[in-house]
T-cell receptor, first 110, second 114 residues
Framework: QKEVEQNSGPLSVPEGAIASLNCTYS??????FFWYRQYSGKSPELIMS????GDKEDGRFTAQLNKASQYVSLLIRDSQPSDSATYLC??????????FGAGTTVTVRA | DADVTQTPRNRITKTGKRIMLECSQT?????MYWYRQDPGLGLRLIYY???????NKGEISDGYSVSRQAQAKFSLSLESAIPNQTALYFC?????????????FGPGTRLLVL
């Protein structure tokens, strides 16, 4: 079983819609969770971090964490063409290592 | 100026050649990492270093070596390049905070081994 798994893409959504991305992880003791956005040919950039159960909102992005079910999700509201990218879920496995999912590619249709 | 820089940005080499990828950072972070990224596989950790005297293997270190010349510099070497090392390579830095690990990535080096 992979340490971090993301829902397979690609995900295509119309402009203005909500994009929903899911991620599950295997290590129950993980404490820190991150979403990175990666444009084609570019490096990953951090867009959200979450450490406690529940929701965390930042602008049009909402991260949701459920440690009991071992999943973390990212919602992108009012999706824009500029949101078209690959989104990587990352989980702190221990105090030094981040384990990344394979990524979900999102395309926002104008 | 970028906080994390990588050189070269693109490199084409031949099988059997030794090459070095360099990473420098101005963030003042102690921790540095080398990853490779392949389509469909996400980011995989090659080596990581907590400080100049502390270097550790990641999940896919075979065929690679590293050198931490200073707090700000971390180099990755391919001793004898092979075609399946063709990938996008990223350097990252972090400074472990109270809320855990946040990593910051360089722009990447695209490597093609013929």
């Amino acid at each position: 079983q992979k340490e971090v798994e993301q829902n397979s893409g690609p995900l295509s959504v119309p402009e203005g819609a909500i994009a929903s991305l899911n991620c599950t992880y295997s290590d129950r003791v993980s404490q820190s969770f991150f979403w990175y956005r990666q444009y084609s040919g570019k490096s990953p950039e951090l867009i959200m971090s979450i450490y406690s159960n529940g929701d965390k909102e930042d602008g049009r992005f909402t991260a949701q964490l459920n440690k009991a079910s071992q999943y973390v999700s990212l919602l992108i509201r009012d999706s824009q063409p500029s949101d078209s990218a690959t989104y990587l879920c990352a989980v702190n496995i221990n105090d030094y290592k981040l384990s990344f999912g394979a990524g979900t590619t999102v395309t926002v249709r104008a | 100026d970028a906080d994390v820089t990588q050189t070269p940005r693109n490199r084409i080499t031949k099988t059997g050649k030794r090459i070095m990828l360099e990473c420098s950072q101005t963030k003042g972070h102690d921790r540095m990492y080398w990853y490779r990224q392949d389509p469909g596989l996400g980011l995989r950790l090659i080596y990581y270093s907590f400080d100049v005297k502390d270097i550790n293997k990641g999940e896919i270190s075979d065929g690679y070596s590293v050198s931490r010349q200073a707090q700000a510099k971390f180099s990755l070497s391919l001793e004898s390049a092979i075609p399946n090392q063709t990938a996008l390579y990223f350097c990252a830095t972090s400074d472990l905070g109270a809320s855990g690990e946040t990593q910051y990535f360089g722009p990447g080096t695209r490597l093609l081994v013929l």
